[in-house]
């Protein structure tokens, strides 16, 4: 009886066969690779005509002069309102999976972990993690108001600003920013953002004009309420990718939580107020 | 002296994209992730795209990561309340 020494000689077989044809693949596409690396163009030069004409028009045509903003909101507004539907979609199926997983009814009270330590935090953490917050959350408005005039945009202000809620979860607990970041205040943001972009789309046919074609006073180049129906769907955005990206943060920490035991309704508070850490790091 | 800095930072990324693919413990990984996202960000800062620099910077260095430490602490928590319960 010889079963133990042939699997682990048959494994290394196997990785040594991979390793020949993974060499063999290798010295096949070198030559086309070497091939295609010599004819492409310079580092940093642009041959399409695109961005110098989107450059030379956004100005004067859509009054915006971040032109980043004027092509995912007006140029090509339609791909920006699939990409919004698409972060729609994945946050509902996560939720639906992970919610539906735990029950429906759970996502309005935090759970906690009974075997976890409570580990007090440190007065600096507290106030540090409190004065940084709003900080962030207003640089993320900031970022995503001045869509029109500076880099960054709804998306990026949105994100900005979910992740800086999340400092609250650092000072605060898990409890305490459950309570300050409502779940269901969450939802609608998310759905009402998505919803508002097509809306915009919708208001520009009402009108009798294509899908997404500005509506509004384009303002003057420069100011921050510029750009007319970019204004709104950047909004909309900002809306959907903050409340979006918050609503996968609850989800997937209410992951790492267990579910309260029955009694807990009746029980006393007091004992769910000094939160458990970061259930990540412990 | 831009070329300089653009170069620095491409090694930056090949090599926190390196220590991506070879650690092997899941925890370290995440944080060789973040790391790549940081400096992923720098480069599309030097390269003069500020947009996806942000965009960077907030998803691939803090909310991806963060992502996957729930994840990682998820998976190693014993799901039933019972067994939790015991604990």
Do not use: K
């Not at chain 1, 990409?83 to 009270?109: K, P």
């Not at chain 1, 993320?140 to 600003?161: D, E, K, N, S």
């Not at chain 1, 769907?233 to 209410?254: D, H, S």
């Not at chain 2, 800062?45 to 963060?66: K, N, R, S, T």
């Amino acid at each position: 009886m010889s079963p133990r020494p042939r699997p682990e000689r048959r494994i290394a077989f196997a990785i040594r066969l991979r390793l020949a044809l993974f060499a063999l693949a290798g010295l096949c596409a070198l030559g086309g690779a070497l091939h295609v690396a010599g004819r492409m163009p310079a580092f940093g030069a642009h041959p399409l005509p695109y961005g110098d004409e989107i450059n030379r028009r956004g100005v004067p045509e859509r009054h915006v002069t971040n032109m980043v903003s004027a092509v995912n909101f007006d140029y090509r507004g339609f791909d920006t309102l699939g990409e919004e539907f698409m972060l729609l979609c994945a946050v509902t199926g996560v939720t639906v999976l992970l919610r539906g997983t735990r029950g429906e009814a759970r996502s309005a009270q935090p759970g906690r972990v009974e075997g976890r330590p409570i580990l007090p935090r440190s007065e600096a953490t507290v106030l540090l993690s409190r004065v940084l917050a709003p900080l962030i959350l207003m640089f993320g408005l900031y970022v995503a108001l001045h869509a029109m005039t500076t880099p960054g945009g709804g998306f990026q202000g949105g994100v900005i600003a979910a992740t800086g809620t999340l400092l609250f979860f650092a000072g605060d607990g898990y409890r305490g920013w459950r309570r300050l970041i409502r779940s269901g205040a969450m939802d609608a943001c998310e759905g009402s953002g998505a919803s508002l972009y097509a809306l915009c789309g919708f208001a520009s046919m009402a009108l009798g004009l294509p899908f997404l074609e500005n509506v509004l006073p384009l303002g003057t180049p420069g100011d921050l309420f510029s750009g007319g129906l970019m204004l709104v769907e950047n909004a909309g955005v900002a809306l959907a990718v903050g409340g979006g990206f918050v609503v996968l943060f609850i989800e997937f920490l209410e992951e790492t939580r267990v579910e309260p035991p029955e009694e807990a309704p009746g029980d006393a508070p007091g004992h769910a107020t000094g939160d458990a850490p970061d259930g990540a790091r412990s | 002296m831009t070329m300089l800095l653009i170069g620095l930072l491409l090694l930056l990324v090949a090599g926190t994209g390196t220590a991506v693919a070879l650690s092997r413990r899941p925890l370290r990984q995440v944080m060789a992730m973040s790391a790549n996202g940081v400096a992923l960000a720098l480069l599309f800062m030097a390269l003069q795209a500020p947009d996806v620099a942000f965009a960077e910077i907030a998803v691939g260095a803090a909310a991806l990561p963060l992502l996957f430490l729930v994840v990682l602490a998820s998976v190693r928590m014993d799901r039933n309340p019972q067994g939790a319960r015991n604990e």
